[in-house]
């Protein structure tokens, strides 16, 4: 069946055939013999066309996008101003290595990030490909600038797959498995979680339990503080259930950090760049990073990161880390693109459509005995699944049944961490597409606890 344009552009889901349909079918098989088997799928979509806030699959089956690539595609798919400045560079200059060379859109695109990154002090940026590069240039500079070799991170976090930033990944064993020795002195303290608390009791003391572990057992049983270069932290962890990190805990870890001399590098990779309603989750806390790592988002689905540190520590030397493809003129000049959308529209929108879904499910958690927990900030939002509410006993089965039946439905969603689902759709999603969504889980909740 053909697909016309006006189907293409539609805002909400439009199932033509099965899923998947025959033609997802053959290209599902195909990759099983030729692409890596480490690539986690969890239902067999096979994008074709993406437009705003929707993907057409290869089949003509439209769905409702609220993955947003994981979290990426901030501006929507393909937003003609980004495909404008894509398309116009690419006739221009597409390579010139800017770690050896000029070109006035790296320093323009570093002059914006400084600008909008916490604090007063002058910043300086580093671009890479990836969140995973922007948190091993952020490891070397903390160990380059303290002259320390030690490093901490939390239980449930995901910094990337790369040695030294899954060497402070603690988010699934079987993304450490097989890999031998990682990178030494790294050290692993609980993250403050609101839902369960800090040792599964005691949830309101959560930042008080986290902030005591840290002084009082990490720092006198297994780490001197003098030695530790960097604490890294995900402001809301982004793989471990979408779990925020309280503000009085974030301003907590950045007084700790600066008694010893220790810097605080925020992993803003999945939250930053408006997605929670400011230009960075830790705007809500108030705290000024040493150094904060931001990808996903910053350029609309071009492969960019940047590291942004506070001046005064990016002290090391030509030579001491480059990236040849880091900063490529394509990928800069849509992440300008993006910026400027997300500074005149978007970012408000997910502040705004984030409190018109929590609005939505406000009243899931005493209608629905399966939700423990709606928690999140603007449109970065997670639902807790439980087996049963008073013991918060972890679903992970009820959770993967909810994102397969979703996806039968026209929405693409995730999970996040052990039993989360994740919202995390394109920022410029309106309040149509919002309510579909929400109605969408919403029966599949009901049709899962009917089924119990």
């Not at 914006?112 to 990154?117: E, G, M, T």
């Not at 830790?282 to 910053?298: L, Q, R, V, W």
């Amino acid at each position: 069946m053909h697909v016309t344009d006006s189907k293409v552009d539609s805002k909400l889901p439009h199932l033509i055939t099965e899923l998947p349909g025959p033609k997802a079918k053959k290209l599902v098989e195909r990759d099983h013999h030729v692409v890596s088997p480490s690539y986690t799928r969890d239902y067999p979509l096979v994008a074709k066309v993406g437009r705003g806030a929707t993907v057409e699959d290869v089949d003509g089956n439209i769905f409702l996008d609220f993955a947003a690539g994981i979290a990426v595609v901030a501006t929507g798919h393909c937003h003609p101003e980004v495909v404008a400045a894509i398309q116009k560079q690419a006739g221009e200059l597409i390579h010139m290595s800017g770690t050896d060379f000029y070109y006035p859109s790296m320093v323009e695109l570093a002059e914006k990030l400084a600008s909008i990154a916490p604090g007063k002090e002058p910043k300086r940026v580093y671009f890479g490909n990836s969140g995973a590069e922007a948190i091993e240039a952020a490891i070397k500079l903390v160990k380059f600038h303290t002259k320390r070799d030690k490093l901490i991170a939390f239980h449930g976090a995901f910094h990337g797959r790369t040695m030294g930033a899954l060497s402070l990944t603690a988010s699934r064993a079987v993304q450490r498995k097989g890999f031998g020795t990682l990178l030494s002195g790294v050290f692993h303290m609980p993250f403050p979680d609101t839902y369960r608390g800090t040792y599964g009791i005691r949830p309101e003391h959560a930042s008080a339990d986290c902030l005591a572990y840290l002084e009082n057992e990490l720092f006198r049983r297994r780490v001197d503080p003098d030695e530790v270069a960097g604490i890294f932290i995900e402001p809301i962890q982004g793989e471990g259930g979408y779990l925020p990190a309280p503000a009085e805990f974030l301003q907590g870890l950045q007084r700790i950090c600066r008694k010893h001399g220790i810097m605080l590098v925020a992993d803003e990779v999945q939250s930053g760049m408006g997605r929670t309603g400011k230009w960075w989750a830790c705007d809500y806390s108030g705290i000024e990073p040493d150094i904060i790592c931001t990808a996903k988002g910053i350029a609309s689905g071009m492969p960019l990161s940047a590291m942004i540190a506070r001046a005064s520590v990016m002290n090391w030397t030509p030579g001491a880390h480059a990236s040849t493809f880091g900063g490529n003129p394509v990928c800069i000049v849509a992440s300008l693109a993006t910026i400027g959308l997300l500074e005149r529209n978007y970012i408000a929108n997910a502040a705004q459509m984030g409190e018109f879904i929590r609005g939505l499910t406000a009243d899931w958690t005493t209608r629905h005995k399966i939700v423990g927990e709606v928690r999140g900030k603007g449109l970065m939002i997670g639902i807790e699944i439980v087996r049963d509410q008073k013991t918060k006993e972890r679903a992970p089965d009820l959770r993967n049944r909810l994102v397969q039946m979703a996806f039968h439905k026209g929405l693409l969603i995730l999970g996040s961490g052990d039993t989360t689902l994740r919202f995390c759709p394109p920022l410029l999603i309106d309040e149509e597409q919002a309510e579909f969504a929400v109605r969408t889980v919403d029966a599949c909740i009901t049709e899962i606890e009917r089924s119990m």
